[in-house]
């Protein structure tokens, strides 16, 4: 009995001092789990490394971690709402579906990073860097993106209404079957940008660049797009009514089967853009610019002049009957045929086929 004793009292002071062995390791973590004092967690994060993160459940919220470097960390289930995490290094880190919602990432770097179906909803990112990160189905709604260096980025059904991003610089990102319902995003930068099948409803974009961007089938009701640049922009079976084009640069666009009924293209230059089939209902056309594609300084050879000449305003088959504006210059301009309905009172051009 007595040797019993002996052995269960020599257990207890191992795992006893196992225990105490481990405490200053385990307390931060329990801590950060339980603790409701902001002050507590601050104290106990940093006595923890990052490193150790790997896929625990992490309770970060509204801390301050201004310029914390994660570079290449596994933030597994990090939850860090409304956190400080202003010029922290985050490139290369794996975080799919953290919760970093209303956070300040003012100025931080999410460059590679992996932020599927992360919760960003309200996140201050103003002058961050994100340079082909993942942001596959994330939630960016309300986001502060002004200013924000997006390039590349993978943004495939994310979420973006509401969102600020004046001067977003997102050339040649993925947005395809994104919502951005409602951003304003003047002077945005989406040059070859892929929206297809992308929602801008009611969106800012004027004065934006989306020169050769996608934008087929794009939902754009009421959209603003004064003064933008779509040059080369790819709009087929877009809907973009009652949408507000005016000024905008739409030469050498396709529009074909586009729904662009009630729209103003007040003084857009449309020199070569292609309109077979789409939808011109009340269009307002007062001004707009139709005939062949400008042809740039740099590009004076025939065979650019030939391209040129073939893509002159195409209005084949166009209904326009109802639209605003249109006078006959315009129509000895453009290009159409014997299906092309014309308004009370413009006459159709001997050259049309």
Known sequence: MRRRWLVIGTLVCAVGGTAWALLPTLAPWWVLAHGSSPARRARAWAAIDPAAIGGRSVDLDRLALAGVDWHGLDLGRLHAIEADLAGADLQGAIANRTVLRGARLTGANLDYAQFAGADLAGIAFRDG????????????????????????????????????????????????????????????????????????????????????????????????????????????????????????DCSGTRFEDADLRRASFAGADLRGARLVGARLADVDLAGARFGMAAVRDTDRSE?????????????????????????????????????????????????WR
């Open 129 to 248: 860097s994100a340079r082909e990160t993942n942001l596959i189905g994330a939630d960016l709604r309300g986001a502060d993106l002004r200013g924000a260096r997006l390039y590349f980025l993978r943004g495939a059904g994310c979420r973006l209404g509401g969102a600020q991003a004046a001067g977003v610089r997102l050339s040649n990102a993925d947005l395809a079957g994104a919502d951005l319902a409602g951003a304003t995003a003047p002077r945005a930068q989406l040059v070859e940008a892929g929206l297809a099948d992308a929602t801008v409803a009611t969106a800012d974009l004027s004065l934006a660049d989306l020169s050769g961007a996608d934008l087929s089938r794009l939902r754009g009701e009421r959209v603003n797009l004064r003064a933008a640049v779509l040059r080369e922009a790819d709009a087929r079976g877009a809907v973009l009514s009652n949408a507000d084009l005016s000024q905008a």
């Open 303 to 351: 065979a650019d002049i030939a391209e040129a000449v073939e893509r002159t305003t195409d209005l084949a088959g166009c209904d326009l009957a109802t639209c605003r504006g249109l006078v006959q210059a315009q129509l000895d301009a453009a290009q159409g045929d014997a299906a092309t309905k014309l308004p009370p009172g413009l006459a159709r051009p001997a050259h």
